[in-house]
């Protein structure tokens, strides 16, 4: 169901363009071509602040643009550093409603250098609709977009 997301992403992660730009592209094109991906964005760390600062979305605006660790699931992964598949967000204590559409989210934390330097987040207003299929697709797209952070860096 993926390959021709991944094939996509893949084009879009070969271009010259700014990395911000990859990534909005790349928040584009899932949000409007993956049914259950009803928002897409990246967050990452803000500096050396314990929080995350929105990067990049596609989807409705959101007034979370600001998310303390550990505070909901974005916040959670940036503590955990593992990926959190919520197949119903009213089940979890910790969520941070973005939408009251909103009924799953996936997070995947994105790694530059063994550091969880941000992640991508993705709400879904379908019931349950992530599988270890989206866990692998969204590895591959943050795996791809660190190598560009650590070329852009050097």
Not at 101 to 111: D, G, M, Q
Request: with cysteine.
């Amino acid at each position: 169901m993926l390959e021709q997301a991944q094939a996509k992403t893949s084009a879009i992660l070969k271009s010259q363009k700014p990395i911000v730009v990859i990534q909005q592209e790349i928040c584009d094109y899932l949000q409007a071509n993956v049914a259950h991906y009803d928002w897409v964005g990246f967050y990452f760390k803000n500096g050396d602040k314990e929080e995350l600062k929105l990067g990049p979305y596609a989807g409705e605006p959101t007034d979370h643009t600001i998310i303390p660790f550990g505070k909901g699931i974005c916040g959670q992964v940036a503590v955990s550093n593992q990926n959190f598949v919520v197949p119903d967000v009213t089940a979890q204590d910790n969520y941070i409603a973005c939408s009251i559409t909103v009924k799953a989210e996936i997070v995947v934390p994105l790694f530059v250098n063994g550091e969880n330097i941000g992640q991508i987040d993705i709400d879904s207003n379908t019931p349950d609709p992530f599988t270890e299929e989206d866990e692998r697709f969204l590895e591959f797209v943050n795996s791809e977009i660190a190598k560009l952070i650590e070329r852009e860096r050097q």
